[in-house]
């Protein structure tokens, strides 16, 4: 049995651990694992480090995930912070940084939203960006909301009452071919640093 850790920057990019397990159960389908995400954490201006020393102790793991959103700053950026943060530490690490954030790891599949929307079968618009242009796009989260609320094709009151946080982690729930986030390079990097971990 192999336990994990995730350490993201908030809550809300729990969305990433059905990203992992299946990263995981696709490369190694006979590895019995589980993981969680950690939670009660020193806030994110208190540095990496902190936080991970926290993590480790609260939730003892074999393997950790760290992530961290590229935002603004170069994803080179981000790994190195990880690296540096890391370097006291005996346990395996991989990183998760997604370009720019979580959410544009759950706008490669329009019938995830609408499933998690609620409207499967919806027909109307989304405005997504195609695969090849989900990295550049400035801010996945706004694409992503605005999906989700389209995808629900809800009445003018009922959309007010809609909770687009509460559907994030469902979108990545309902991704049914996790194959096409290879299309993404953010996304073949983590799994060629899981699987470098896993096999070592």
């Known amino acids: 049995m192999i336990s ?29 694992f589980s993981g969680v995400a950690a939670s009660g954490l020193p806030p994110v201006r208190c540095g990496l480090e902190i936080r991970l020393r926290a993590a480790i102790k609260m939730f003892p793991c074999d393997l950790l995930f760290v992530h961290r959103d590229s935002e603004a700053q170069r994803s080179e950026d981000r790994y190195l912070e990880i690296s540096n943060a890391c370097q006291k530490f005996e346990l395996k690490v991989v990183p998760v940084v997604p370009v720019r954030m979580t959410e544009a790891w759950l706008l490669v599949s329009e019938s995830a939203i609408r499933r998690a929307a609620g409207n499967p079968a919806g027909r109307n618009y989304l405005n997504m960006p195609l695969i090849r242009g989900i990295e550049a796009a400035s801010d996945p989260k706004q694409v992503l909301f605005d999906a989700l609320i389209e ?37 073949r990097k983590f799994e060629s640093d899981l699987k470098l971990a896993l096999e070592r």
Do not use: M
């Open 151 to 187: 995808a629900a094709n809800l009445g003018a009151r009922r959309r007010s009452n809609f909770d687009v946080n509460a559907k994030r982690r469902r979108v990545a729930e309902c991704i049914e071919n996790y194959l096409i986030l290879r299309e993404l390079a953010s996304y």
């Open 4 to 32: 994990y850790t995730l350490v993201a920057d908030g809550s809300s990019d729990q969305a990433l651990l059905p990203i992992i397990d299946h990263t995981i159960s696709h490369n190694f389908p006979n590895l019995v």
